[in-house]
Each structure stands twice: as structure tokens, then as C-alpha cells.
């Protein structure tokens, strides 16, 4: 599937790294360093715009790697890009480590999944099927 995109930073079109990665790596569009305190989060540019395809979303995520060594995630966890968003990509970044953590220019800060969905129409009801689990949740299947 083809994706129209608009890149307006000076980095690489975002792309997957190794022939099974299902994200591909969104980068900080920045000119300079930000730094980010503990507990601390901040709207970080990427320079892209992409037109998706009436049934597909994009799933924003949090990069592994950048969680275990600095700390840095996302409060909005997935995030998602509807098919008919045409702004900036821009991530919401959180620094939930003990200290200051700084993002260089370029960095890659996040990870992109390209997702087919369904829509649904709401059929009201009185009551649902019953099922073993029933109303169960929160712990409630053991552990």
C-alpha cells in the first residue's frame, strides 16, 4: 500500500528497520536539543504529514529502546492518526525517569504502525450472551 507523505524536516522518511519490524521510527524535528526533566513532557515535532487511506489509522507508540535507556515514553500511548488528519505528526513525549533526559536533533523518538479498522453500527440490546468469564475483570482470570 502506498502512503502520500509530506516531509518538511531535514531527516529520512520514516522506515522500517529490519524486514519483520511492524513500526517505523518517527524522529524528533528539531534544531537543537530539548531536554526534558524528571516527570516532564513535551510536544516534539516530527516535519511529517501523511494522507491515509479511508479504513487504516496510524498507531503511535513508545520505542523500547528509548524506555529502558533514558526513560522517555508517551502519555498518550498508543496515540492514533485518523485516516482524514492532514496536520504535523507531533509526539507527546514524558520523561519518567529520576533525572533531566535530552533528545538530540534527529533522534528517533517513537514508532509508527499502520493498522486496517472496522467500523461498527450499535445494535442496542437487554442483555449479552452469556460467556464463562461474564463480568469478570481487572485480575479476575487468576494470574
Keep these: 500500500m502506498q502512503v502520500k507523505i509530506i516531509n518538511q524536516s531535514p531527516f529520512p522518511?520514516?522506515?522500517?528497520?529490519?524486514?519483520?519490524?511492524a513500526g517505523l521510527d518517527l524522529r524528533a524535528n528539531?534544531?537543537?536539543?530539548?531536554?526534558?526533566?524528571?516527570?516532564?513532557?513535551q510536544l516534539v515535532p516530527t516535519g511529517?504529514?501523511?494522507?491515509?487511506?479511508?479504513?487504516?489509522?496510524?498507531?503511535?507508540?513508545?520505542?523500547?529502546?528509548?524506555?529502558?535507556?533514558?526513560?522517555?515514553?508517551?502519555?498518550?500511548?498508543?496515540?492514533?492518526?485518523?485516516?482524514?488528519?492532514?496536520g504535523e505528526i507531533k509526539i507527546i513525549l514524558v520523561n519518567l525517569s529520576n533525572g533531566p533526559q535530552t533528545v538530540e536533533p534527529g533522534e528517533r523518538i517513537a514508532q509508527m504502525v499502520i493498522a486496517k479498522y472496522e467500523r461498527i453500527e450499535?445494535?442496542?440490546?437487554?442483555?449479552?450472551?452469556?460467556t464463562e468469564r461474564g463480568a469478570g475483570g481487572f485480575g479476575s482470570t487468576g494470574v
Design 30 to 41: 528539531i534544531s537543537t536539543a530539548i531536554t526534558l526533566q524528571s516527570l516532564e513532557r
Design 48 to 86: 511529517l504529514f501523511i494522507e491515509l487511506p479511508i479504513g487504516y489509522e496510524a498507531q503511535v507508540r513508545p520505542r523500547s529502546g528509548l524506555a529502558i535507556k533514558k526513560g522517555l515514553g508517551l502519555v498518550n500511548s498508543p496515540g492514533t492518526i485518523d485516516s482524514d488528519y492532514r
Design 13 to 21: 522518511l520514516p522506515q522500517y528497520e529490519t524486514l519483520g519490524s
Design 122 to 130: 450499535w445494535a442496542e440490546a437487554e442483555q449479552l450472551s452469556e
